[in-house]
């Protein structure tokens, strides 16, 4: 059962907080937002698809400032190597041995242009991302929480000289957003603040809460919010269907399954519920599952997917009352 009234309450208000300040920020991408944080407030981690100069970069940098957390950034480009990201051993002129951390030792980190870098070092996220540690000539640190990847990838249709991501590293993703162009208006409004825009030191967010704080909310969310039995069964037959489709060659691992269920808890809880419902998991469903699956005929257009899987759930029964 949910938690306390009180802890509720302290849970959306800080929840409410980190999205506001995120709105000052950024013009136009609300739900995009909202997603992000139900993601990582999960637990998770972010890959974000969209042209460049979209705002992803911003997100992230604003994100890590308003949790007080720390940021580090990673270019991907095919020269990367896995140390690059995990960092190394050396040794001092008496032979000791020390470890030199490499950025993946952060709160949360952005990946730009993830898909540039070859699958070797796209695997070096694996551990990190599953186990919150990396092993380096067979000695294993650990990363403390929070952790969070924040990764960007070109769209493939759009560019060459891209390494598609591996559906190991897209299956540690627990969500997939898509970053536009916004309206002209929100265009408007980003061009009125481009002397403070264009330069991400002079940034400044509106409010910013204590890690701690932000530990707790993420604490919070193990029994702060309620799933009916019948929501995770509708979890698993909604899975079981996209399975058992014709047109699905590979379909969602249980991760996918238990990233949808935790997203799910958050997205009620910014939606001001202590409890999850059926619309949230149909909502949901294209950005936590499309990512995952292949299909027979694969053309490499996640609209593809998205369309299917909304047909698909609109065939499972819906959970009543």
Same mark, same amino acid.
């Given at each position: 059962?949910?938690?306390?009234?009180?802890?509720?309450?302290?849970?959306?208000?800080?929840?409410? @907080?980190?999205?506001?300040?995120?709105?000052?920020?950024?013009?136009?991408?609300?739900?995009?937002?909202?997603?992000t944080i139900a993601s990582i407030i999960a637990?998770?981690? %972010?890959?974000?698809?969209?042209?460049?100069?979209?705002?992803k970069t911003l997100l992230a940098h604003s994100?890590?400032?308003?949790?007080?957390?720390?940021? @580090?950034?990673?270019?991907?480009?095919?020269?990367?190597?896995?140390?690059?990201?995990?960092?190394?051993?050396?040794?001092?002129?008496?032979?000791?041995?020390?470890?030199?951390?490499?950025?993946?030792?952060?709160?949360?980190?952005?990946?730009?242009?993830?898909?540039?870098?070859?699958? @070797?070092?796209?695997?070096?996220?694996?551990?990190?991302?599953?186990?919150?540690?990396?092993?380096?000539?067979?000695?294993?640190?650990?990363?403390?929480?929070?952790?969070?990847?924040?990764?960007?990838?070109?769209?493939?249709?759009?560019?060459?000289?891209?390494?598609?991501?591996?559906?190991?590293?897209?299956?540690?993703?627990?969500?997939?957003?898509?970053?536009?162009?916004?309206?002209?208006?929100?265009?408007?409004?980003?061009?009125?603040?481009?002397?403070?825009?264009?330069?991400?030191?002079?940034?400044?967010?509106?409010?910013?809460?204590?890690?701690?704080?932000?530990?707790?909310?993420?604490?919070?969310?193990?029994?702060?919010?309620?799933?009916?039995?019948?929501?995770?069964?509708?979890?698993?037959?909604?899975?079981?269907?996209?399975?058992?489709?014709?047109?699905?060659?590979?379909?969602?691992?249980?991760?996918?399954?238990?990233?949808?269920?935790?997203?799910?808890?958050?997205?009620?809880?910014?939606?001001? @519920?202590?409890?999850?419902?059926?619309?949230?998991?149909?909502?949901?469903?294209?950005? %936590?599952?499309?990512?995952?699956?292949?299909?027979?005929?694969?053309?490499?257009?996640?609209?593809?997917?998205?369309?299917?899987?909304?047909?698909?759930?609109?065939?499972?029964?819906?959970?009543?009352?």
């Amino acid at each position: 059962m949910p938690g306390s009234k009180g802890e509720f309450n302290r849970a959306y208000s800080l929840v409410q @907080r980190i999205i506001s300040s995120l709105n000052k920020i950024l013009s136009g991408v609300d739900e995009n937002i909202k997603l992000t944080i139900a993601s990582i407030i999960a637990g998770g981690h %972010v890959l974000i698809e969209g042209p460049p100069g979209t705002g992803k970069t911003l997100l992230a940098h604003s994100l890590a400032k308003i949790i007080s957390g720390e940021f @580090r950034r990673v270019q991907g480009n095919p020269d990367l190597l896995p140390t690059d990201l995990t960092g190394y051993h050396r040794y001092t002129l008496n032979g000791d041995m020390v470890f030199v951390k490499g950025p993946i030792f952060t709160n949360i980190l952005l990946f730009d242009e993830l898909n540039r870098t070859p699958p @070797r070092s796209q695997s070096a996220l694996l551990q990190a991302m599953a186990e919150y540690s990396v092993s380096v000539d067979g000695i294993t640190y650990r990363i403390n929480k929070p952790f969070h990847v924040i990764a960007t990838e070109i769209p493939i249709s759009s560019e060459t000289g891209v390494y598609p991501l591996t559906l190991t590293l897209r299956d540690r993703f627990w969500i997939k957003i898509y970053s536009e162009y916004v309206e002209p208006l929100n265009e408007y409004r980003i061009v009125k603040r481009a002397d403070q825009l264009y330069d991400y030191a002079k940034i400044e967010v509106d409010e910013r809460i204590e890690l701690s704080e932000f530990k707790w909310l993420q604490s919070f969310m193990d029994e702060g919010v309620y799933v009916d039995d019948r929501i995770v069964q509708y979890i698993v037959n909604i899975m079981q269907r996209i399975r058992s489709d014709d047109r699905v060659l590979l379909g969602p691992s249980h991760r996918g399954s238990i990233y949808l269920y935790r997203i799910a808890k958050a997205y009620a809880l910014i939606n001001k @519920r202590d409890y999850v419902i059926p619309d949230d998991i149909k909502y949901l469903l294209p950005y %936590v599952i499309a990512h995952r699956i292949i299909l027979a005929k694969e053309t490499g257009d996640d609209r593809d997917k998205i369309e299917i899987l909304m047909k698909l759930v609109d065939e499972v029964p819906v959970p009543k009352e």
